[in-house]
Each structure stands twice: as structure tokens, then as C-alpha cells.
């Protein structure tokens, strides 16, 4: 019975909140809030209504329309005169601290964006002394230009932010800004202090890095829940933690692989997804050290994600903005035993689209123009596994004659494997 109680309590219900856009059409504002609506399934909420609008932008008062803000005011209303009661309401953007205050004094229950939302679903997966330090100074970069929002409850007579009573002392206001300037500067002081911890963790992490001799550096990159843990498990032969939800991993997990007696290091990183929070770019710099360390990125994409596409494009830019662009790479298309098409109607005269194209098909689109830098995998079913490994073993040991020509180890390897011009470059 206990455990029971524990479980209930655990789970909320949530309404998500998205609009479209002349940038945004219907199709992928749909997209958004179907991964939104995963996120809150990730942080233990249960979605049971989605509302959007067609508008030219977001409003900076209230998000969405005054109109759109009374209907799912509305609803609420309705859900808790047949006693179920909406836990929250998620919005697919970050709100500002002005669109905040504004939407909980109509809503009048929990409100959370995405960004706020990211950084639940982080603080929830943090396990390491490093995890929770980023993830706690991201959070109070979120917090601290909301301030002001956290203190509206002393302009009221009782509750707090969103809770509704009357209006409360004018006199009240005096002490309440003098709290806030009083948690801005403890806010502020904390995040100094968290700022400088994180420097030790990245100054011991460089060390590390430094002792890990003469090997090349593999860092499996891409989305979140794409497969990379599952994928780093089978290399490896470890144990790192993978799930079915978002963000799985946060910290970065090196672990030794062997190859045909070729060792190299291979790291597993925090998944990347749209609309990342610059907060959260900007404190897990030191995890994101590994991808700017390594000799050689290996993209993970989800083949059988509808919109997988997007989803490179969004790790690009990502690594583009983390300055690894220009670093070897390879892609890898996991999960091609789930991957599933819609064959075009003979009659259907329209052009085809990606949903109508056969995995085959695809592989002879723009995908046929990597050649030997991209592979079709499945980590789960052990797909063309072998294939994967032959082509990592080929990269790995092309880069470590390039960046470490007079290895004794290679040298002795590539002579004992027949391979006399690469035995010839390893020789000291």
C-alpha cells in the first residue's frame, strides 16, 4: 500500500501548450509537442490535453492569445469540477519572467516551459557530484532573472505564486525587494562558488585526459534517445546505464575498446535535442570537453525517427557551436529494425515523400553521397555489428598513425596484420 501511494504521488497531469507560426507549420508544431509531451512523460507526468494557435508570433505578454489563455483556463476549470484535477501546464518555449507572471495569475496552477522542464528531467538523472554541480548552476541561471516572479506572493494576502486570495499590504512590497536584492546575491554567490568548483572538476578531468596515453579518442555524439548508450554497451562490453527516455545519460562515460588488438577510448555524451537550453550548453562545458577532445565523431542518428533529418541537423549545429565542425567524422543510422514505410499508391500521382521510401530507397538518397563514412546498424538486434566494428577499426587506426607515427605498439600490430605501408608509417 505504501509503494502504491508513493507511485501516485509521483505522477501529475500535464497540458501542453504550443503555437504555429509562419516559420512553424501545424505538422511540426506537432512534432515539438509530441517530444514535449515525451519530456514530461520522462519527468513522471501524464499529458491529457494539447492546445495550439495560429498566430504570427509568440506574445510577449502572455505567450498565446488572452482568448487561447481563458480557453485553457476553462478547461481547467472543467477537469476540476469532475475532480480531476491538471497538475501543470507545459509550454513548448521558454517564457520570460513578465509571460510567466502573467499566465499563472490567469491559469492559476504550475507552470513550466521547456527549458524549466530539461532542467527537472537533468536534476532527476545528475548521479555524479559533477552532473549535479552543472545541473544546479544551470538551474539558477534559469532562476535568476525570474526572481522577481518567485517573490509576487508577498504582494498578496496569503499563497503562493498562482494560488489565487486577495490583495495583500502595500507595506509588505518594502521587504519583499529587499528579499529579492537578499536571494540575488546569495543566487549569485552560489553560482560563484558552483563556477569554481566545476573549473577544479575540469582542471582534474584534463588530467585524466592527459594520462590516458597514446590512443585515439572516439566520442559517440547525437539526439537523445537515439541509441548511443546501447551502442557504447556493446562496444565496450560495459555496463552503462540506457533507457527508453530522454537524456538516459548525463555524465560522460570513457570506457577502453579493443578492436583486432587496436585499442582506442570511447566516450558516451550527453544527447543533444531542440531548443537546448544555452544555460545548460553553457554549464556542461565540462562534460561537452570530451566531444572537443576527441579525434574522431561518430554521429548516432535514429533512422526510424520521423524526423531524423531535423534532428542531424540540430547535433550540427550544436557541434558547430561547441567549435567541432571541422572534426573527423562518421555517421552511424541505429535502430533499422524499427525502421517503417508507407508504400506510395500506384495511382498517387504526387511526388513521393520520405515517409513513402523503403529503407533501401533511402540509402540510395543523399545518404549514398557519405560512402564508407556512414553505416546502417542495429545495436539492439546486433545488426551488422561486425561491419561496424571493421569500419571503426579502419578510422581509429588511420588517425593513430596520423597523430602518433612512431607508436612501437602499432607498428609491431600492423607488421604482425600483413600491413606494410601502415607498418612503415608506425615505425620508429
Known amino acids: 500500500m505504501k509503494e502504491f501511494i508513493i507511485t501516485e504521488a509521483q505522477t501529475e497531469t500535464a497540458v501542453l501548450v504550443g503555437i504555429i507560426t509562419p516559420t512553424q507549420d501545424e505538422r511540426k508544431t506537432n512534432e515539438y509537442l509530441d517530444e514535449l509531451e515525451f519530456l514530461a512523460t520522462t519527468a513522471g507526468a501524464v499529458t491529457i490535453r494539447r492546445f495550439t494557435q495560429r498566430v504570427g508570433g509568440p506574445s510577449a505578454v502572455t505567450y498565446v492569445g488572452k482568448g487561447k489563455l481563458e480557453e485553457i483556463r476553462a478547461y481547467i476549470d472543467a477537469e476540476e469540477e469532475a475532480e480531476r484535477e491538471v497538475g501543470m501546464v507545459i509550454f513548448d518555449d521558454e517564457l520570460s519572467a513578465k509571460q510567466l507572471r502573467n499566465i499563472e495569475q490567469v491559469l492559476k496552477v504550475k507552470i513550466l516551459d521547456r527549458t524549466s522542464l ?22 539558477y541561471r534559469y532562476m535568476l532573472p525570474r526572481l522577481q516572479r518567485l517573490w509576487t506572493h508577498l504582494e498578496r494576502q496569503g499563497g503562493g505564486s498562482g494560488s489565487g486570495g486577495g490583495k495583500g499590504s502595500v507595506g509588505l512590497r518594502g521587504p519583499g525587494e529587499t528579499q529579492l536584492e537578499m536571494d540575488r ?5 552560489r553560482m560563484s562558488l558552483l563556477k569554481q568548483r566545476l573549473a577544479d572538476i575540469d582542471r582534474q578531468k584534463s588530467t585524466q585526459r592527459s594520462n590516458r596515453g597514446r590512443m585515439i579518442r572516439v566520442a559517440l555524439v547525437g539526439y537523445t534517445n537515439v541509441g548511443k548508450s546501447t551502442l557504447m554497451n556493446l562496444l565496450a562490453k560495459s555496463e552503462v546505464f540506457a533507457e527508453n527516455k530522454l537524456f538516459a545519460t548525463l555524465d560522460t562515460t570513457v570506457r577502453k575498446v579493443i578492436i583486432d588488438n587496436l585499442p582506442f577510448l570511447l566516450s558516451d555524451t550527453v544527447g543533444f535535442i531542440r531548443k537546448l537550453p544555452t544555460d545548460l550548453i553553457e554549464s556542461f562545458k565540462s562534460t561537452l570537453d570530451e566531444v572537443r577532445e576527441a579525434d574522431l565523431l561518430v554521429h548516432v542518428v535514429d533512422i526510424s525517427h520521423p524526423d531524423f533529418e531535423e534532428q542531424i541537423q540540430v547535433v550540427e549545429k550544436t557541434l558547430a557551436d561547441l567549435g567541432c565542425s571541422d572534426k573527423p567524422s562518421m555517421i552511424i543510422f541505429n535502430k533499422v529494425d524499427a525502421y517503417t514505410f508507407t508504400p506510395k499508391d500506384p495511382d498517387d500521382l504526387t511526388p513521393a515523400t520520405k515517409e513513402n521510401l523503403s529503407l533501401a530507397d533511402l540509402k540510395q538518397t543523399w545518404m549514398a553521397r557519405l560512402g564508407s563514412d556512414c553505416i546502417f546498424i542495429s545495436a539492439r538486434e546486433r545488426q551488422n555489428i561486425d561491419e561496424l566494428k571493421r569500419l571503426l577499426y579502419t578510422r581509429v587506426r588511420e588517425l593513430h598513425v596520423q597523430k602518433y607515427p612512431y607508436n612501437d605498439f602499432l607498428f609491431q600490430h600492423y607488421e604482425e596484420d600483413g600491413d606494410e605501408s601502415a607498418a612503415q608509417a608506425a615505425k620508429p
Open 185 to 189: 546575491r546569495i543566487i549569485l554567490n
Open 118 to 139: 530539461i532542467l527537472d528531467i537533468f536534476a532527476m538523472r545528475a548521479q555524479t557530484a559533477n552532473a549535479k554541480t552543472q545541473v544546479e548552476l544551470a538551474q
